[in-house]
């Protein structure tokens, strides 16, 4: 069985760090672009950053470029996030998602979901 | 930056047709994709690459994509399919998803 599952939410305050990790099971792991994906309380989907089977191309939203850090592990077959000087409006349910792809292009989509960690700034 | 607009809800009859467009510029040219969101649950993919079925996916959804607009379509709507539906596009090496759809079986 696929799973993905999430950790390393909580309540931090403005400006601080926090870094969340995903361990995957039950798929070649190495096969495949991960993402994040945040959905804030009550709001839609956003999607926040992705990297390529072999992290040799990481993407990221704009609202998060330049603190957050995306990165991977294919031997722990983990993915993780690093998120630095954190605002209130980075509130919301951190979702590991895999990509259908080994790639990050036009023709993406997001098969996998894990359950989420909820992260608040306040 | 881009966007894609989705109706904020749409509202169906047991057994008939639900119709859920999402817009956005030349969106035809792009790829996109559809998914299911459950209260309290995560997302599920339910059209891929415009008109793809992941596997498990009941044949009732179904997806086309042309000109500035995407359609899902849930032929037959049952109780089960009452959830939150988004889309989703690719474009300048971001990911877009739309503002999302409210389906309510009456």
């Known amino acids: 069985e696929v799973q993905l599952v999430e950790s390393g939410g909580g309540l931090v305050q403005p400006g601080r760090s926090l870094r969340l990790s995903c361990a995957a099971s039950?798929?070649?792991?190495?096969?495949?672009?991960m993402h994040w994906v945040r959905q804030a309380p009550g709001k839609g989907l956003e999607w926040v950053s992705g990297v390529t089977w072999n992290s040799d191309t990481t993407v990221y939203a704009d609202s998060v470029q330049g603190r957050f850090t995306i990165s991977r592990d294919n031997a722990r077959t983990s993915l993780y996030l690093q998120m630095n000087s954190l605002r209130a409006e980075d509130t919301a349910l951190y979702y590991c998602?895999?990509?259908?792809?080994?790639?990050?292009?036009?023709?993406?989509?997001?098969?996998?979901w894990g359950q989420g960690t909820m992260v608040t700034v306040s | 930056s881009y966007e894609l607009t989705q109706p904020p809800s749409v509202s169906v009859s047991p057994g008939q047709t639900a119709t859920i467009p999402c817009s956005g510029d030349?969106?035809?040219?792009?790829?996109a994709c559809w998914y299911q969101q459950k209260p309290g649950q995560s997302p599920v993919l339910v059209i891929y690459?415009?008109?793809k079925r992941p596997s498990g996916i009941p044949e009732r959804f179904s997806g086309s994509n042309s000109g500035n607009t995407a359609t899902l379509i849930i032929s037959g709507t049952q109780a089960m399919d009452e959830a939150d539906y988004y889309c989703?596009?690719?474009?300048?090496?971001?990911?877009?998803f739309g503002t999302g759809t409210k389906v309510t079986v009456l």
């Open positions: 039950g798929f070649t792991y190495d096969e495949y672009a």
């Open positions: 998602v895999k990509d259908i792809s080994t790639t990050i292009s036009g023709d993406l989509a997001f098969g996998v």
């Open positions: 989703q596009a690719w474009d300048r090496s971001t990911v877009v």
């Open positions: 030349k969106l035809g040219n792009k790829y």
């Open positions: 690459q415009d008109t």
